[in-house]
């Protein structure tokens, strides 16, 4: 399985980044999200629960201000 966050300006459909965070592994998400590894299909929204860890795990800041970030989770 291989997992990205992508970034979307807050209030817009478009996609403006999406960067690949695989190597964190499904677990560390699964345990993030509280979803189980098997059941991590589509777009998962990230909150400011999740921004802390997030940082953590890939050293990527979260601007929840002016963006809207989802873990997307892909069948390899």
Request: aromatic share 10%; proline share 7%; charged share 30%.
């Amino acid at each position: 399985m291989r997992f990205a966050i992508s970034r979307f300006p807050k209030d817009e459909d478009f996609l403006e980044s999406s960067i690949d965070v695989t190597s964190v592994g499904a677990d560390a998400f699964s345990d993030l999200v509280g979803i189980p590894p098997t059941e991590l299909i589509g777009d998962v929204p990230l909150t400011r629960e999740h921004a802390e860890r997030i940082l953590q795990l890939t050293g990527i800041t979260l601007d929840l201000e002016k963006y809207d970030y989802f873990l997307d989770p892909t069948a390899d």
